[in-house]
């Protein structure tokens, strides 16, 4: 209750015009990027990540979370007008977004998938506040066991989720694994790896890692890809988006259904708090499952808004599920959280239970930006530059790719006025370039890094204490639980093989 | 074997893989007295590389067609980026941000269009550069570098 009240405070955070033009700022410039295919609210936040030194932690955490959030809807823009999804987790929305767009009726399409971001965003944002104080008090009965299992569960979990992949996905683990495990020993003064260079002493930087992994790493599979979206463009510009056409009239709503926003959201909500599975997932299995409890489901894939709806009602409220094992554990559910986990460490604050009691008031903040952007900036934005969405598409590639280098290749200065951590971050963008290229999944590569140090440390700590007998991940009810947690994991994704494949996790 | 185009970069993997490994061992014994020691670890992480990069040979041996990948544009314009980008980084301290970051934005600029209208994309440049050193250095507090020191 008390962390209720401290979110509910924190809403006065939000009058100071800094902190509320950041928030407003960020969320504006996540729509922008999720908006125009090939880029991602991950871009965005990770040429975020640089200024965050220069900024509060309060007001970089709202700033984040409101990317975050127009992340997800802002993908519904092109998934809607010309058929691209911004963003992996509107893939769905694509199916009856783009008909309605067909038929004329596009900014009504977008107003369902406005609304149902909005109610998605808000049932996470809520449930994320409701939950995670509990969250963290169970996290407490965790030991150093428990914890090394955990840990060895979600990066199992991401690696076994890229369903078709698996073996790639493993080996861009080990890669960040290997990258983790660069510098002075966490436990012992050794250095490993660093082949005589002081500079690698400290380890490998975060900020290069997250900056060449998804920005310098995008500019490079872009300059390879060709993604001209001229003509669907100008076929979508004949469509006039005019602004009373966005709002859904009452009777639309009510044939969705109350239940089916709620139930999409929940999903989503779900979905979000297991490592890897992301907006995507979630929206894929909210949208089956309005379909299966349609009573017109053949109408579904033709423009119904219901489709639009649980898609977009699950992939918004996706972000308040992934933000639970985020704070609570330190284990991020998508490339976001994983960017938003360095704003936390970068600014020396430690994710786990006691972040929820010590340093609660660092936290509050961005939970209230996520709940403002879901229920405040995503109608104003749709209202005030909705008629415009279609020109955000527009935008000159040749300069939008400059100015994104630059911003990167910069910010990767800025954060130890090294050229040295420059040179690391292009060094990380061509290999991530090079994985991506040969369809290995980055998400995995960057959870390998994020948890391996603490996968080392518990490794170690628990076999110290055991004597250096393996069985204690048995012994112990904590550690037990996520070795069967993990096995059940491996038996419905792994062994048991679902059929459907259509759903892949966001694949970067 | 190695002519198969798509084995080249799983190859480089477990070459990768195995350099870890080895690095590894010479960190020395992974269990000592007081326990496990700082070679543990990155021994257990360079097995399952080579595991992974195995696995991925065998699966490429196996598979009788490549997978398809995404189309490509002709060129190698990325490569070209790569070297901007290294370029740009040797060039920062010594040219200073304005002058280094403009010649680095005019030239993506053109990578990502054409040679055409040099003149407007070296405006641009100026314009992109020039905004992105007030938000830097005014609105951000960071100390960019000048040729001057």
Sequence with gaps: MDFILLVMNSFGLLLDPLNLAYVVLGFVIGTIFAAIPGLTATLAMALLLPLTYTLNVETALMACASIYMAGMCGGSITATTINIPGAPSSMMTALDGYPMQQQGKGALALGHAAIGSMFGGAVGALLLIAVAPFVAELSLLVKTTGKFSLLAFA???????????????????????????????????????????????????????????????????????PSDTTAATAAAGKHKLRRRDFIPPWSDIRRIGFRCYFKSCLIGYFVGTLPGAGGSMGSFLAYTEAVRTSP????????????????????????????????????????????????????????????????????????????????????????????????????????????????????????????????????????????????????????????????????RRSLSLSNGNPLTFLTNPDSLFFVLLTLVFVYFLVIRKPADKAATPDGV | MFSNRQLIFPTAMLALSVGYLVSALSLGTPIAESGLTPSFFPMLVGAAAILFSSLLILQQLRAPEAPDRPRDAPGHAHLW???????????????????????????????????EKPAQKALIALVVVGLGYVMFQHLFGVRLPTPWG
């Design chain 1, 155 to 225: 990066l199992i979990v991401v690696v076994i989720a890229q369903r078709g992949r698996i073996p790639q996905a493993g080996l861009a683990a080990c890669i960040g694994l290997m990258l983790a495990t660069v510098g002075l020993d966490a436990m012992e003064p050794v250095t490993r790896f660093t082949f005589g260079n002081a500079n690698l002493t400290a380890g490998v930087d975060l900020m290069p890692v997250i900056i060449g992994t998804f920005a310098i790493a995008e500019i490079l599979v872009q300059a390879r890809t």
């Design chain 1, 296 to 459: 017109e489901p053949e109408t579904f894939g033709k423009g119904n808004p219901q489709g639009i709806a649980a898609s977009e009602s699950a992939n918004n409220a996706v972000c308040g599920g992934a933000m639970v094992p985020m704070l609570t554990f330190g284990i991020p559910g998508d490339p976001i959280t994983a960017i938003m986990l360095g704003v936390l460490v970068i600014n020396g604050i430690q994710p786990g239970p006691q972040l929820m009691s010590d340093q609660a008031g660092l936290i509050a903040p961005m939970l209230a930006a996520l709940l403002f952007s879901a229920v405040v900036l995503i109608p104003l934005t749709l209202y005030a530059i909705g008629p415009y969405f279609i020109r955000i598409v527009s935008i000159r590639k040749d300069v939008l790719y400059a100015v994104i280098a630059l911003l990167a290749v910069v910010g990767s200065y800025v954060a130890t006025y090294s050229t040295f951590q420059m040179f690391m971050a292009l060094a990380m963008g061509v290999l991530a370039f090079l994985l991506r290229r040969n369809g290995f999944p980055v998400i995995t590569m960057l959870l390998g890094y994020i948890l391996g140090p603490n996968l080392e440390e518990f490794l």
């Design chain 2, 81 to 115: 980026i790569v070297l901007a980008i290294f370029l740009y980084i040797l060039a920062f301290r010594t040219l200073g941000y304005l002058v280094s970051s403009t010649a680095f934005v005019f030239a993506l600029i053109v990578l990502f269009s054409s040679f």
